[in-house]
């Protein structure tokens, strides 16, 4: 026996408004995601406090080795040194691996020397900026490296 279906009971699918209503909404979800992204590059701060970091450990190694550890810091990157019978040679172990600045970052040019105590050389403050926030970075004569932001 064959029942004859009503024309309500025919439609199957979505209708043309329904898919539009559908893609719009996804659309609205995508944008909301992308735009709460985080920055690839990570925070200014965090780059700085990384940089920081690395110069502590860069005076613990002058201390450690008893031999003048040097900071070199660049536009583009920074890289850590140590004096060999007279001469800079680039340390080439980590955690002192020479380091590039993230892409957008300008940095002021800076050097500094820790002796075998730790005393740095001079005192240094480093402007780390983008996209209009500013970093510094202060290193003191005795040692001390701060961040501010």
Do not use: C
Request: a negative charge.
């Amino acid at each position: 026996m064959r029942i004859s279906a009503t024309p309500n009971e025919a439609e199957h699918g979505f209708t043309l408004i329904e898919l539009m209503v559908v893609i719009a909404i996804i659309g609205t979800l995508s944008a909301a995601v992308i735009f709460n992204l985080p920055d690839p590059r990570g925070t200014l701060i965090d780059e700085a406090e990384r940089f920081a970091a690395r110069a502590v450990a860069a005076r613990d190694e002058a201390v450690i080795t008893a031999r003048e550890t040097r900071v070199r810091v660049t536009p583009t990157g920074y890289a850590f040194e140590k004096r060999r019978r007279g001469e800079w040679t680039v340390i080439d172990g980590k955690p002192l691996l020479p380091a590039n600045w993230n892409e957008g970052t300008q940095v002021s040019a800076a050097e500094i020397v820790f002796d075998p105590t730790g005393l740095a050389s001079a005192t240094q403050r480093i402007l780390i900026s983008r996209d209009g926030a500013r970093v510094t970075v202060d290193l003191g004569m005795d040692g001390t490296i701060r961040v501010a932001g």
